[in-house]
């Protein structure tokens, strides 16, 4: 135990690794027993009779889903340590999130993220989102940690890979949506939390690593995703014009991202159609977020970014990509742009 915790009454965490690839459960299990902080007792979820042998293999429970597992959980356990199963987390890194969340007294606290491969290498210090909960992670490509984000803030959502929860509030929300892929998930639980009053910070202190590969996903799933936290948390009136703002954001930029060698029209079609099919349990989900809300949208807004974070990137891939093409002779140039409205791909 750390003397943090000598000093402070007992808190009772259970880590939950929820399964994604059954392969990495050892890792993460193997990080877990290091921590200077150790929780009560570890828990693998999901992944069916393989995740129940594999828990059983490593000497860990096992849960079919975190909701059963949230269902369960007494009052002697004050928090819940949500990790993805290759989350690497180094050995104090529950006891700074820990640390950091009490000092703050945030109801939801998230790691730094690393690569495992490279662990110099920034993934994730919180996430910033639009207003249409576009995430924006405001790192450069194969930025290197230098300390240059290491300072608690609030933000508007942390990572998925390593998320410590009060367990009241992680019980009050019913935990991350099962149906929404990584990001989209983190993004959702963050905004039913804060609805509900609770403060969400970022943690630098606490870090963890994780596999490149596992940061991977497809995009529209995530764009799905996005747009079904969006449906959840938000006011009719903000959805009136939210929407249409949405719809008119996809149709720009799949008319421009085939200029830049991308096609996004198929993916955002198919977005779309998700959550058409998903509807009835999106509004129930919606009902339950804003039933118990103690603040409106305005909250939500305070920790977000102004204008379309897509737009943003679209502007900066055209301004790369026309700068890329510009030379010496204009001739050379002009030739060179009617190319690539000829033939965009």
Request: with cysteine; hydrophobic share 45%; proline share 5%.
């Amino acid at each position: 135990m750390s003397s943090r915790a000598e000093e402070s009454p007992p808190v009772s965490i259970v880590a939950a690794i929820t399964v994604g690839d059954l392969a990495a459960v050892s890792n993460t299990l193997a990080a877990i027993s290091g921590q200077v902080y150790e929780p009560a007792r570890v828990v693998v979820v999901g992944g069916d009779a393989d995740g129940r042998h594999a828990a059983d293999e490593e000497g860990a429970e096992w849960s079919a889903s975190l909701s059963a597992l949230l269902t369960s959980l007494t009052t002697d356990v004050s928090h819940v340590w949500v990790l993805r199963a290759g989350t690497v987390p180094r050995p104090d890194a529950l006891d700074a999130l820990l640390e950091g969340a009490e000092r703050t007294g945030s109801a939801v606290a998230g790691s730094k993220v690393l690569q495992l491969e490279n662990p110099e290498s920034l993934i994730s210090v919180g996430i910033a989102t639009d207003v249409l909960d576009t995430p924006d992670l405001g790192l450069d490509d194969d930025e290197i940690d230098a300390g240059q984000y290491d300072v608690v803030r609030d933000v508007a959502a942390v990572a998925g890979a390593s998320m410590l929860i009060r367990r009241d509030l992680a019980k009050g929300v019913a935990g991350p949506d099962p149906l929404l892929p990584r990001q989209a998930a983190a993004i959702d639980i963050c905004q039913r939390a804060r609805l509900r009053g609770a403060r969400v910070v970022v943690v630098p202190s606490s870090e963890v690593m994780v596999p490149l590969a596992a940061t991977e996903t497809r995009p529209w799933r995530e764009d799905a995703g996005r747009i079904r936290a969006m449906l959840k948390v938000y006011s009719v009136l903000t959805l009136l014009w939210a929407i249409p703002l949405d719809i008119l954001i996809g149709l720009i930029e799949a008319i421009v991202a085939p200029f830049l060698g991308r096609w996004t029209f198929f993916a955002w079609i198919k977005s779309w159609l998700w959550n058409i099919v998903h509807l009835p349990s999106t509004l129930r989900e919606r009902f339950a977020a804003r039933k118990g809300r103690v603040v409106g949208d305005a909250e939500l807004f305070r920790y977000q970014l102004r204008g379309s974070a897509t737009l943003r990137s679209l502007s900066t891939a055209v301004s790369t990509r026309l700068r890329s093409r510009v030379g010496s002779d204009e001739a050379l140039t002009l030739a060179s742009l009617g190319r690539d409205l000829r033939q965009p791909a």
